[in-house]
């Protein structure tokens, strides 16, 4: 496709991708919902009356609030209505976004552009589906013959996160306090977590309508509420979370910060890149299955910059790691009932690969902290130090195409004294 929008070969944002975000500017600091094409952004408030479609005609008014929420509530059907509204907009061979009138009210740079959480996040849940990461931490800690809890398998693990601690991308973030236990057999400390983390995620926006309290969505049906996806650090002090998580699980180790990036990929978008569901054995109970596949080929990649400004790649990992799908993971999350709401975010948990380089974590990268990990200064780490910044960055890779997420990033900053 071909858009009068002009990008490079390698651009995130080409005309077949068209991520959903929020966004504000110094002349304007109203926050409102644009679409990201080259480096430019489309305002979508300015541009809502071109939405005349049989649905977004009688909705345009979604398209004129301060996040996407009420747009990720009107389902698939809306969704792929605007997407295609919003390709013909911007196709090359469309002169309305193109009158020098229209085009200097209706577009801004995103290097003038500050941005914003993409939704109101109601909940916030985080899963441990990637096999490899999830065999790395149970090696660590249990062995090879115990790497997998026995329900592990079975089910799509995960937790419950703090919402409010959610941020969007370039928000710092500090390192933070709490109860360690340095020394087994001795008494717990508290100070500065020593053993600060990143976890490489991608996690997806509920949408769709809002369900009922006691209603299950099975994952043959979880399609219709899956808006769109986003990178993810998860940042956890690796140190408080040993000494706090038992019985209940991670609880102020991860609750400090989980930094998203802000544009949202559509699934619409992904769909070109679709790879096969990693097998599963045993047989997933019937709720868990579906026969598409919701698994892609999303490339990965965190890179460390230290304060000098030399950047290291430390990891290269991929989404097609994933054990359980997302499809499993919001099937699973309302099998007993719990109702989802539209712009609730659920997190993939850390995605690691099958060799050393592609690991999602320090944790893992520095195998419990007994290797180094050298960076390109000449400097090495274990865990993160303070005024690293962690980048992270995806996209997928077509001929001659690419449909990128942006950059997930966030500066650690030392504890406050």
Not at 74 to 98: F, M, Y
Not at 286 to 300: A, G, P, T
Not at 392 to 399: A, L, P, R, S, V
Request: proline share 8%.
């Amino acid at each position: 496709m071909k858009s009068f929008v002009s990008y490079s070969a390698d651009c995130d944002f080409p005309i077949e991708n068209l991520p959903f975000g929020v966004f504000s500017t110094n002349d304007n600091p109203e926050k409102r919902i644009g679409v990201a094409i080259g480096n430019e952004i489309f305002d979508l408030k300015s541009g809502a009356h071109f939405f005349t479609g049989p649905i977004l005609n009688e909705h345009q008014d979604v398209f004129r609030k301060d996040c996407l929420n009420d747009f990720m509530a009107l389902g698939r059907p809306a969704w792929v209505e605007a997407r295609i509204t919003l390709q013909h907009l911007l196709a090359a061979d469309n002169k309305t976004l193109q009158e020098p009138g229209i085009r200097s009210k209706s577009f801004v740079s995103q290097e003038s552009a500050t941005m914003h959480l993409p939704a109101r996040i109601g909940d916030y849940t985080d899963f441990y589906s990637s096999i490899h990461h999830a065999t790395n931490v149970g090696i660590m800690f249990r062995g090879k013959d115990n790497a997998l809890m026995p329900n592990w398998k079975y089910l799509p693990v995960g937790y419950h996160g703090r919402a409010s601690s959610v941020v969007v991308s370039g928000t710092p973030i500090r390192r933070p306090r709490g109860q360690t236990l340095p020394v087994e057999g001795e008494p717990p400390v508290f100070g500065p977590s020593r053993l600060m983390d990143f976890e490489l995620e991608v996690a997806f926006f509920v949408g769709g309508p809002p369900t009922k309290l006691g209603e299950t969505v099975p994952a043959s049906r979880a399609y219709e509420h899956i808006f769109g996806m986003v990178l993810m650090n998860d940042w956890s002090a690796r140190d408080i979370q040993k000494w706090e998580y038992v019985p209940l699980g991670p609880f102020g180790a991860k609750n400090l910060g989980t930094t998203i990036a802000p544009w949202v990929v559509t699934m619409e978008a992904l769909e070109p890149f679709k790879v096969p569901n990693y097998p599963q054995d045993p047989k997933p109970f019937e709720y868990l299955q579906h026969e598409e596949s919701c698994n892609f080929d999303i490339k990965l990649q965190v890179d460390i910059k230290p304060p000098n400004g030399v950047v290291s790649t430390v990891s290269r990992s991929n989404f097609k790691y994933m054990y359980w799908t997302p499809r499993q993971q919001l099937a699973h999350h309302t099998v007993t009932g719990c109702n989802i709401n539209p712009g609730d975010l659920m997190a993939s948990g850390t995605i690691s690969g099958d060799t050393a380089d592609s690991y999602g974590s320090m944790l893992e990268l520095s195998w419990r902290g007994t290797q180094q990990v050298s960076l390109k200064d000449g400097t090495t780490r274990k865990f993160l130090q303070d005024n690293d910044e962690v980048i992270i960055t995806g996209y997928c890779q077509g001929e001659g195409l690419r449909v990128g997420f942006g950059s997930c990033t966030g500066k650690l900053l030392p504890p406050i004294e």
